[in-house]
């Protein structure tokens, strides 16, 4: 496909389309680390100060849903990758099936999210005056859990929008193949990924042996 085709409006060549779209990216993922680190640092702070009680309240955590959709989401990130690339050779079937891959091992994420959830409720998990964990401040811990997989959860919902949208206007052929946007979604894919593998590391390693 020609230049001319992939260029958009305003931009006057691809170069500046590209550099334009991956400069927009960039700055919108260094506001989520910003925000992100954020509960990190919140996260560290309370860790320092009630280590024990951070340890009792990890060990609660389901070590078992999150090594599950830790492998998901990494394999979500390599099929994203090769979608990426299949785009770049111009391989349409290939780049459209490993983008509904990706989307359906996002959906899969969030499936086992919920049956973790559910878990985590029955256990009677969520803090407040009936929190059955001691001492009190694991509440802390588990109060920035729900927090912070939680927001994670709502930007893996946004990334599956966003690339089930890329699907259907690269299948209908609304866009070319070769966007600038598959590079952009590629990467806001990988960071939603980088930051559960964060997640997993504070919030369900400390507690085991």
């Known amino acids: 496909m020609s230049d001319v085709a992939l260029l958009r409006e305003p931009w006057p060549n691809l170069e500046r389309q590209r550099y334009a779209a991956s400069f927009g990216i960039w700055t919108f993922l260094a506001t989520e680390l910003l925000f992100f680190g954020g509960l990190f640092l919140s996260y560290a702070v309370y860790r320092s100060l009630h280590p ?35 785009a770049v050779e111009g391989l349409r079937r290939l780049t459209i099936t490993c983008l509904l891959v990706t989307a359906a091992l996002g959906t899969a994420f969030l499936v086992v999210k919920g049956f973790e959830y559910a878990e985590d409720i029955s256990k009677g998990l969520l803090p407040g005056p009936d929190f059955p964990l001691r001492p009190a401040s694991t509440q802390l811990f588990w109060g920035l859990y729900w927090i912070m997989t939680g927001v994670h959860a709502i930007h893996l919902t946004v990334g599956i929008g966003v690339v089930l949208v890329l699907t259907a206007l690269i299948s209908r052929a609304t866009i070319p193949l070769q966007t600038p946007a598959s590079e952009v979604i590629s990467l806001y894919w990988h960071l939603v990924d980088v930051i559960w593998v ?11 042996k």
């Open 52 to 86: 024990e009680a951070f340890r009792v309240a990890s060990h609660e955590t389901a070590i078992a849903y999150g090594t599950t959709n830790t492998l998901i989401l990494l394999t979500s990130s390599l099929i994203m990758t090769i979608a990426e690339r299949a």
């Open 198 to 208: 964060t997640l997993y590391a504070l919030l369900y390693l400390p507690g085991r």
